[in-house]
């Protein structure tokens, strides 16, 4: 299984931009999926997680602003960023956690994606 971002670009301060994480390939079952991002010269940081289930969790600086949102048929999740500001500026990582099971034991793996950049200018 591997994750395919896409939606990244350029947008004004206070523009939109939406962000598609595609899991592509088969085998095993995803489990709590989410995006996180890496701004220049900074760690990267959580941005937002979404259980199979639907629950959701956000960083708080995003609250209000970003929704993530998953279609569990299309193994494809969302995140619509709104209000965006220069300091939303980074590259954007899709993350899963992959679980596997076989007659002997089960684990879960970690996906990432690429990468996908999203710069908001002032």
């Known amino acids: 299984v591997q994750l395919v971002e896409s939606g990244g670009g350029l947008v004004h301060s206070g523009g939109s931009l939406t962000l598609s994480c595609l899991a592509s390939?088969?085998?095993?079952?995803?489990?709590?999926m989410g995006w996180y991002r890496q701004a220049p010269g900074k760690e990267r940081e959580l941005v937002a997680t979404?259980?199979?289930?639907?629950?959701?969790n956000y960083v708080d600086s995003v609250k209000g602003r970003f929704a993530i949102s998953r279609d569990n048929l299309k193994k494809t999740i969302y995140l619509q960023m709104n209000s965006l500001k220069p300091e939303d500026t980074a590259v954007y990582y899709c993350?899963?956690?992959?679980?596997?099971?076989?007659?002997?034991?089960?684990?879960?793996?970690?996906?990432w994606g690429q990468g996908a950049l999203v710069t908001v200018s002032s």
């Open positions: 979404i259980a199979s289930g639907g629950t959701t």
């Open positions: 390939g088969n085998g095993g079952r995803l489990d709590t």
């Open positions: 993350h899963a956690d992959l679980f596997i099971a076989t007659i002997e034991s089960s684990k879960y793996l970690e996906l």
